[in-house]
Structures are given as structure tokens and as C-alpha cells.
T-cell receptor
């Protein structure tokens, strides 16, 4: 049973560029949440997708956007990258009916130079 | 807004000994969930233990147990018989009750070192 997978593992971008991160949820899960974890901090909630719609959003600017596909996989897009966007981006999946259990992927380390 | 506070940035324990990590939270809700997650250097966040606020009994998972004090809004994690593999960042997290309350609210974490 495959767990949550994320790609790429690492990437380096330049200020002003755009980036897309990808997440495949655990088999059987239908809900995907994204978190940003800055160095030395706890993860912060970006948004959650369910049934291909953004269901809830944290305190992040519109530069952060996402998408969920019919197979439940998800993308996180960040436009106009800032140095402060450098962080570990974590994807978590869950089943809507078992909403209290979130399984995390290994994350994507984004470095903005 | 809900907040989670972990007041111990770092903790250390001798192998085979017991250590307790502290967490306090603030909420006006009566129903919610509390979690402890472990994040080893591999970065993958692993669920250690979950507590439902409506349950008075403290959750236990093998060597891991919690002391949940709802009135005091306190949720500590006790690790018994500590092992080298327990070394990691530990995060306390809160989640509201209900499917639409999608997000986990994390504390800043406690770095646990285990000495052989």
C-alpha cells in the first residue's frame, strides 16, 4: 500500500519564478492538505482540497494556489517566488469520513535564491 | 483563534529512561482532537498518538502515553523506555472537530535527543 508521495524531493528556484509541487495521496484517500514548514518551525496550513475544490484555506497570499485532479492527486503552485517562500512543503492526505487521521508525505524542500 | 505552545525547544533523555514533553493549547471549542507527531531527520511527519477531547481516558500507544488535562488545556507526551530511534522533533498539534475543520495547528516543536 503506497503512502503519500511528493515530487520533486528538492528544487532550487530564483526570486520571481513560479513553481509547481506535486502530491499523490495514500491509496483510498480523497482529501489533500498542504502545509509550509519554515526552518525551525512547525508546519503551517496552506489549504485543503476535497472533491477537486478548495475547502479551507490558511493565511497565505493568493500567490499560493492549488488544484486537485479526479484521481485525488494534487498540485501546489506558487507564483512570484520570494526568498521567504524557502521552506519544506508537506502534503497530507486523509479520508473525508475519517477526517482526524492525516498521513504526511516526505515533503519537498524548496530553496529560493 | 486556536494556538498550540511547546515551551521546551530541546530535551534530552538517557536511553531506557522516561521523558515527558509538554504542550499547552488555547481554544474555545469543547470538541477537538490533539496529536503528537514525530519528525525524524528524514522529514516525514509520523503520527505518534491521538487524543479525542471528549474522552476522559488518556491515550496510550505502546511506550507512548499522554496526560490530557482538558480544564488546564494541557497535553503532555510521556515516552517510556526511550530508544535511540526516538530521537527526533516532536510536534504537538490541534484539530477542530468536524470534516470541514481541515487544518492541523502545530506548535513549534521540541527536539528530543537520546543519549546511549
Amino acid at each position: 500500500d503506497a503512502g503519500v508521495t511528493q515530487s520533486p524531493t528538492h528544487l532550487i528556484k530564483t526570486r520571481g519564478q513560479q513553481v509547481t509541487l506535486r502530491c499523490s495521496p495514500k491509496s483510498g484517500h480523497d482529501t489533500v492538505s498542504w502545509y509550509q514548514q519554515a526552518l525551525g518551525q512547525g508546519p503551517q496550513f496552506i489549504f485543503q482540497y476535497y472533491e477537486e475544490e478548495e475547502r479551507q484555506r490558511g493565511n497565505f497570499p493568493d500567490r499560493f494556489s492549488g488544484h486537485q485532479f479526479p484521481n485525488y492527486s494534487s498540485e501546489l503552485n506558487v507564483n512570484a517566488l520570494l526568498l521567504g517562500d524557502s521552506a519544506l512543503y508537506l502534503c497530507a492526505s486523509s479520508l473525508a469520513s475519517v477526517f482526524y487521521e492525516q498521513y504526511f508525505g516526505p515533503g519537498t524542500r524548496l530553496t529560493v535564491t | 483563534a486556536q494556538t498550540v505552545t511547546q515551551s521546551q525547544p530541546e530535551m534530552s533523555v538517557q536511553e531506557a529512561e522516561t521523558v515527558t514533553l509538554s504542550c499547552t493549547y488555547d481554544t474555545s471549542e469543547s470538541d477537538y482532537y490533539l496529536f503528537w507527531y514525530k519528525q525524524p531527520p528524514s522529514r516525514q511527519m509520523i503520527l505518534v498518538i491521538r487524543q479525542e477531547a471528549y474522552k476522559q481516558q488518556n491515550a496510550t500507544e505502546n511506550r507512548f502515553s499522554v496526560n490530557f488535562q482538558k480544564a488546564a488545556k494541557s497535553f503532555s507526551l510521556k515516552i517510556s523506555d526511550s530508544q535511540l530511534g526516538d530521537a527526533a522533533m516532536y510536534f504537538c498539534a490541534y484539530r477542530g472537530y468536524g470534516g470541514s475543520q481541515g487544518n492541523l495547528i502545530f506548535g513549534k516543536g521540541t527536539k528530543l535527543s537520546v543519549k546511549p
